[in-house]
């Protein structure tokens, strides 16, 4: 695994050259500085082109619902927590390593299964109730 390269797993690993980085100035609160200093960042991370991820995991990650990827498979990530670059930096990329990490647990497929016969005798049962309760409010006499 290269030095020049964000770990995310032993075996995984995202190239310094697939990650682009981009400082801007921070919005809110942080009196004088905030209008000099550009000390938020955005992350951008080509998912749908990153040779370093395999094709299952690319899959998985591009299925999200996630409003941070893009409709051409970027995933950006804005960081301005904090009040220096230097730490919104690492911010954004430990944002991209969890992001990627959720992305590795493969989810158990769905075993189909049948409604017990206790239960859909209690469901019909339920439903003959509230049409009895019905019966009853339309043929009462009110006078």
């Known amino acids: 695994m ?15 050259a697939e990650i682009v980085e981009r400082f801007v100035r921070a919005s809110g609160a942080g009196g004088q500085n905030v209008n000099k200093v550009a000390t938020a960042v955005e992350l951008r991370f080509d998912i749908a082109g990153s040779s370093a991820l395999p094709e299952a995991l690319r899959e998985r990650l591009l299925a999200r619902r996630d409003r941070r990827v893009t409709d051409e498979g970027v995933l950006v990530i804005h960081a301005q927590r904090f009040r220096t670059q230097e730490r919104n930096r690492q911010d954004a990329r430990e944002r991209l390593a969890a992001f990627i990490a959720a992305g590795l647990a493969v989810p158990k497929r769905r075993i189909a299964t049948r409604p017990t016969l206790a239960s859909r005798r209690r469901r019909l049962q339920e439903k003959r109730g ?10 009462r006499d009110w006078d």
Do not use: F, H, M, Y
């Open 2 to 16: 290269p030095a020049d390269a964000l770990s995310i797993t032993p075996g995984l690993a995202i190239p310094e």
């Open 130 to 139: 509230r049409g009895q309760v019905k019966r009853e409010r339309r043929t």
